[in-house]
Structure formats: C-alpha cells, structure tokens
C-alpha cells in the first residue's frame, strides 16, 4: 500500500490567497484525520470524517477553514483567505477500526 | 487549555544510554495512549501504545511506562542509537460518551538527539 498520499508537499502563497491541500487516505480506512503542527502547540486536530462524513470540526480554527471528503479516496484542506498565522505543517491521517493513526508526509505550508 | 504535555521540547543523549521521554495528561477519562515518532519532512509514525488497564508495555528497545495516579507516562529507549533522532509525540485517547469515535490528542512534542 502507498500509505497516506498528500498534496503538495510544500506551498508557498501570498496572504489573501487560496489554499488547497489534498489527502488520499489508505484505501479501506472509514476515518480521516486533518491535523495542523506548530511549534507551540503541536498537533492539533482541526477535523475529521468517517465515512466521508464529517464529524467534528470544532478544531477549525475560524471559517476561513473548510474541508470535504467527496469520497472514500480523496478530501481536500481549504484556506480562503490564507494569513500568515495559518503557516504550518498540515498532516492528513487515516485509520481503520483501531487508534493507530497512520499519516502523510504532510503539507508545509508557508503563507507570506 | 493542553490536556497532554510535554515538558521538555528537547533531550540530548549519548549513544549506548538510556532515553527517558516523559508525557503529562490532565483528562482522567484517557484510557489509551501511544507514542509516535517523528523524522523531518515525514509524517509521525506509531511507535508504541498502552492501554490504562496496564502499567508497562514493552517492545523491543521501547519500554512504555503508566503510572495513572500520577496521570504520568514515560518513554524509555535502551540502549538508544543515532537513528532514534527524532521528535517523540505522546498521544493520548478516551471514549466518548456521545458515541462518536475516539480522537487522539497530542502533546507538543519532544525532540531527541541521541549523540554519537
């Protein structure tokens, strides 16, 4: 299995700007995990979805947040409009069944 | 308000020696706990769990220890190697009582160096 597939790996962009990050979770995984790393607060979860559905959202920091998950394969971190602040490591996850979290290789992100 | 810390962003170590990461929560509901491992441009990888019924779990090198009453878990690595270099998350889960899944909470971090 490829694992967790995000893209891209890096985005520079323009405060004001749109930010996409995509995620293909593992295929048969019925959970997906969007996590945000920072240096003073670690991961933080901002949502996640089971069955493409999503859950809880209460980590969103604001409403300039929004994620989907159209399908079992593939969901999407939107930012509009980026700020500087929003600069971190994005991490999408996914799991079957059981804590074990398994992750991507993460999104940087760095918004000017 | 962080409901698992870390206290120490950093711990150095020599090769060979004894590698001990500690990891505080405060939500007495936590039943289940793991450690992931962190290299640079990768995503964590799990490295260890323990479940609240035990006090210690051990995996080769990687021995987890549970003292509940303290509301304290440590990560012990011997003999460390250089290879262990790597931010150390501690991760801790409860069930929910609305029935919804369980959800990790991660503490800050801590990142070992372990010296040739």
């Known amino acids: 299995d490829a694992g967790v597939i995000q893209s891209p790996r890096h985005e520079v962009t323009e405060m004001g700007q749109e930010v996409t990050l995509r995620c293909k979770p593992i295929s048969g995984h019925d959970y997906l995990f969007w996590y945000r790393q920072t240096m003073m607060r670690g991961l933080e979860l901002l949502i996640y979805?089971?069955?493409?559905?999503?859950?809880?959202d209460s980590g969103m920091p604001e409403d300039r947040f929004s994620a989907k998950m159209p399908n079992a394969s593939f969901s999407t971190l939107k930012i509009q409009p980026s700020e500087p602040r929003d600069s971190a490591v994005y991490f999408c996850a996914s799991r079957q069944g059981t804590e074990k979290l398994f992750f991507g290789s993460g999104t940087q992100l760095s918004v000017l | 308000d962080q409901q698992v810390k870390q206290n120490s962003p950093s711990l150095s170590v020599q090769e060979g020696r004894i590698s001990i990461l500690n990891c505080d929560y405060t939500?007495?509901?936590?039943?289940?706990f793991l450690w992931y491992k962190k290299y640079p441009a990768e995503g964590p990888t799990f490295l260890i769990s323990i479940s609240s019924i035990k006090d210690k779990n051990e995996d080769g090198r990687f021995t987890v220890f549970l003292n509940k009453s303290a509301k304290h878990l440590s990560l012990h690595i011997v003999p460390s190697q250089p290879g262990d270099s790597a931010v150390y998350f501690c991760?801790?889960?409860?069930?929910?009582?609305?029935?919804?899944?369980?959800?990790?909470?991660f503490g800050s971090g801590t990142q070992l160096t372990v010296l040739p």
């Open positions: 979805f089971n069955n493409n559905v999503p859950i809880d």
């Open positions: 939500n007495s509901m936590f039943d289940y």
């Open positions: 991760a801790a889960s409860a069930i929910r009582s609305s029935g919804s899944a369980r959800q990790l909470t």
